[in-house]
């Protein structure tokens, strides 16, 4: 595993982004961030690598979060009386990581970027996107597959 000072680096906006769209509050998020690293530092020992350090820290950020809402229950009702309309700054981040998302769909070869274009945004069943290849439905189906590996790699790597 990386050093953690690296990961922190690395990771710390992604749990922080993550926080703030479950507690839709940037003070609290960023506190929970800091529990979470705090956290992942205790317990680096026990990560075996299974999965991706940001699955890691991610879950770790979830029971951090449990464990506040557990000693603050009254704040559960406060956050249901929230209107649920997102801040500026969570609006900002969702458009930045669409934005993101979309230059590396761009970035995919053919025909799986196509494929994915069908799929995701046009609303087409596998059926559908077969036959606009002039392919099988099973084509479309492991092509789009293929295309959302590579996505989900090529993010990976970056994150």
């Known amino acids: 595993m990386q050093p953690m000072d ?8 992604m749990v922080y982004r993550y926080l703030l769209r479950l507690t ?9 961030t800091q529990e979470t690293f705090y956290q992942a530092i205790r317990t680096s020992d026990r990560f075996d690598g ?3 350090v940001s699955t890691w820290l991610c879950a770790i950020a979830k029971k951090v979060l449990a464990t506040y809402r557990r000693k603050h229950p009254d704040l559960e009702d406060v956050e249901e009386q929230i209107i649920a309309a997102p801040s500026a700054e969570h609006q900002a981040l969702e458009q930045d990581a669409k934005v993101e998302l979309l230059r590396r769909v761009h970035s995919l070869p053919e025909p799986g970027r196509e494929v994915l274009y069908l799929r995701i945004y046009g609303g087409l069943s ?34």
């Open 50 to 52: 299974s999965c991706a």
């Open 126 to 159: 596998f059926r559908e996107i077969g036959d606009v290849f002039g392919k099988t439905e099973n084509w479309a189906r492991v092509t789009y597959y293929r295309a959302k590996e590579k996505l989900r790699k090529d993010v990976e790597q970056d994150v």
């Open 24 to 32: 839709r509050d940037e003070n609290l998020a960023e506190e929970l």
């Open 6 to 13: 690296e990961i922190y680096q690395q990771y710390a906006r």
